[in-house]
């Protein structure tokens, strides 16, 4: 058995550094992973499109040559636009872990979900055509949410804590 100071022993203590390191993952990776997923989609969107027509090879090669010019163009930019929200979905991510000791996708896609939603919003006067509008809020969202996944799924590697058998004590950094 088990007393009150042993099973308090057994939850880990928040550090700063963990806390820090957790928003760094989120904003060090999550605009250049939301710049590759918009690039994807509106690429995918272009080809999907010109598929219907003919020449699928000169669409493909057109898509291809689209992806690689928005992402050198994007990833700047991608910076520029998404350090804020990637550092507050990072932020909260590692509030919730100093709160609770996990890394939670709940957490991290709300968070990016609702921060994808406002900035979704606001790029309704941006662009005119209904279409347009449609595919650019789309892009958002995927945006968002795609940098919030790959995110928490790197900062729980990174972050992940080792696991303590309260039998043997195996586990436990010595």
Known sequence: MTDIGQAQDSKPKPS???????IAVFVALGPPVGALAVTLLLAGLGLGSGLAADGWLDQG??????????LVFGLPI???TGTSPAALVG??????????????LYVALGAALVLGVLAASRASGLVSASEGEGAAQGAIL????????????LARA???RPTVSSISGMGKNQ
């Open 142 to 153: 995927l945006a968002h949410l795609a940098a919030a996944g790959l995110c928490w799924l």
């Open 78 to 80: 991608s910076y520029i």
């Open 158 to 160: 990174i972050f992940s």
């Open 16 to 22: 700063v550094g963990r806390f820090v390191g957790i």
């Open 91 to 104: 932020l909260a991510i590692a509030a919730w872990d100093a709160r609770t000791g996990r890394i939670s």
């Open 61 to 70: 090669r057109f898509a291809v040559g689209v992806m690689l010019l928005g």
